[in-house]
């Protein structure tokens, strides 16, 4: 068997295009793997937005050559954000690597993998050499795994045409492209039939989708799929306040499958530095479009990006932030201190000191975590019902897996097999503590179904997990303290 091991770096967008290189890989006679010392390909799909991310990519390219060495036959493909930004020097930085393919060359990708396949000798298998490469280390933001199938990420829109004056995208992805309704309900009604049972809408700005032809909106969007047979859960990032309409907040509130997670980037509390950002909202109106969120969805996680040491920003703008965040009361937040990335208008202007971007996001984070925190205490002592994700990273003993307002719980494995998993992936795990990163707890029940019966675990355990009583868990789980 010739395996495809496949790590993602950055946003959904990414995790969307390694979930089409897997597809094509498997439609070419390839198996996923999770573990690259057994594979014939070796797939890094890389991202840019942040320096740090650039950094890792071109780490993970140094530590992957170790393959090359131990089998020329190996080959080793880099794609994504930075193929896109450094095709004219990748090659030369990294001569090892058979392929550089830019974030619109994923059809030649899936070429190549097919041309590939015939060479890979079927009983090839040089792993006992390859372990060299497990102490080096290094993590991929995600790693396609056994349970990949559950939970699908459908592309609806490539690129944005916002030019955030921060943001790369634009220059690496080109301007918006969205699909055909028609062509997005295909790949939904697929993902479906094979098992999927958490659907994904992803865009850079997907609530700016339009179709192309008759120019319906997300909200029709978010219908005609939440209306396909056979869907478990539904939703969908990443969102732009300006796009977010009181259409889009009472269609949210009206779909049952949609999970109750909504994420909104706010970026910064401060209209100047908002405005230097290019981001085409005030803080007066990122409130306004949370209050009609919250008036149609109660209970609901709202989760946000941030942004501290901007050019520009004063210790004024940063306090104002922090107000902000503490007035809205964010359940995650995924915070950044601002990093300059090549060819964006910010970053040619005068530069925040690193030491003063740190501090702020020491700052933040604490004023987040508390929010955090609080909103996965209210899971303890609940059951929850979480889609699994696969092996906890840090023991692999435990299993990960996503509560439908994105909430990390592991709790150990015990006897249960990959085999049962894949076909009863929604996890019944009682939550017997909480900290910032999720919770912990015990695994009681499987199921085939969000809405079907779990299946006890432990013989002994004498739960009622009848479905009509899970439903009055999960509507107490997602309800606010
Ligand atoms: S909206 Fe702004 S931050 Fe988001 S992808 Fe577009 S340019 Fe980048």
Redesign the pocket.
């Known amino acids: 068997m010739a395996y495809i091991y496949i790590e993602t770096f950055g946003c959904q967008m990414n995790e969307a295009d390694s979930q089409y290189i897997a597809d094509r890989a498997a439609a070419s006679g390839y198996a996923m793997t999770a573990n690259a010392a057994e594979a014939s390909v070796v797939v890094l799909n890389t991202c840019t937005?942040r320096e740090g991310a650039e950094r890792r990519a071109y780490g993970r390219m140094a530590h992957f050559k170790a393959l090359k060495r131990a089998d020329p036959s190996v080959k080793l493909v880099v794609c994504g954000c930075l193929a896109e930004q450094d095709r004219d020097t990748m090659q030369a930085a990294a001569p090892h690597l058979d392929g550089v393919f830019g974030t619109r060359e994923l059809a030649r990708l899936g070429d190549a993998l097919a041309a590939w396949r015939p060479s890979f000798d079927d009983d090839h298998s040089l792993a006992d050499e390859r372990l060299l490469l497990e102490p080096l280390g290094g993590h991929a933001d995600c790693v396609g795994d056994p349970y990949a199938h559950v939970r699908t990420f459908v592309t609806v829109q490539r690129?944005?045409?916002?030019?955030?004056s921060?943001?790369?995208?634009?220059h690496v992805?080109g301007r918006f492209d969205n699909r055909p309704m028609d062509d997005i309900l295909a790949e939904c009604r697929v993902a479906l039939a094979r098992g999927g049972r958490e659907l994904t809408l992803v865009g850079?700005?997907v609530n700016?989708y339009k179709e192309p032809a008759n120019g319906a909106d997300f909200a029709d969007l978010l219908e005609a799929v939440h209306a396909l047979d056979g869907l478990d859960r539904l939703t969908f990032l990443?969102s732009?306040p300006?796009d977010y309409t009181p259409k889009l907040a009472a269609t949210m509130g009206s779909l049952p499958s949609l999970n109750p997670r909504f994420h909104l980037?706010v970026?910064s509390g401060s209209d100047p530095i908002l405005r230097r950002?290019?981001?085409?909202y005030t803080v007066a109106q990122y409130r306004e479009k949370i209050a009609a969120f919250r008036a149609h969805c109660p209970g609901w996680a709202l989760t946000t990006?941030l942004i501290v040491g901007f050019p520009g920003e004063t210790e004024a703008d940063f306090e104002a932030t922090l107000a902000f965040c503490d007035e809205i009361g964010f359940a995650q937040a995924f915070m950044f201190v601002y990093s300059p990335r090549r060819g964006t208008p910010a970053a040619h202007w005068e530069q925040i000191p690193p030491e003063i971007g740190g501090e702020r996001l020491r700052r933040l984070a604490a004023t987040i975590d508390r929010g955090v925190r609080a909103w996965h205490e209210r899971k303890r002592g609940r059951i929850v019902r979480a889609l699994v994700a696969g092996p906890s990273r840090k023991d692999r003993s435990k299993l990960a897996a996503k509560t439908i307002d994105n909430v990390t719980v592991v709790a150990p494995a015990g006897s249960l097999r990959e085999s049962e998993l894949r076909t009863r992936p929604w996890l019944d795990v009682r939550v017997d503590d909480a900290f910032t990163w999720g919770c912990v707890g015990t695994i009681l029940g499987i199921a085939e179904r969000y809405d079907g019966v779990a299946h006890p675990v432990d013989a002994r355990s004498t739960i009622d997990l009848i479905s009509s009583r899970f439903h009055e868990r999960q509507t107490a789980d997602a309800a606010p303290a």
């Open positions: 937005v690129g944005c045409s916002y030019y955030c921060f943001c790369i995208v634009p992805r850079q700005t700016a990443t732009h300006k980037p970026q950002m290019n981001r085409k990006d």
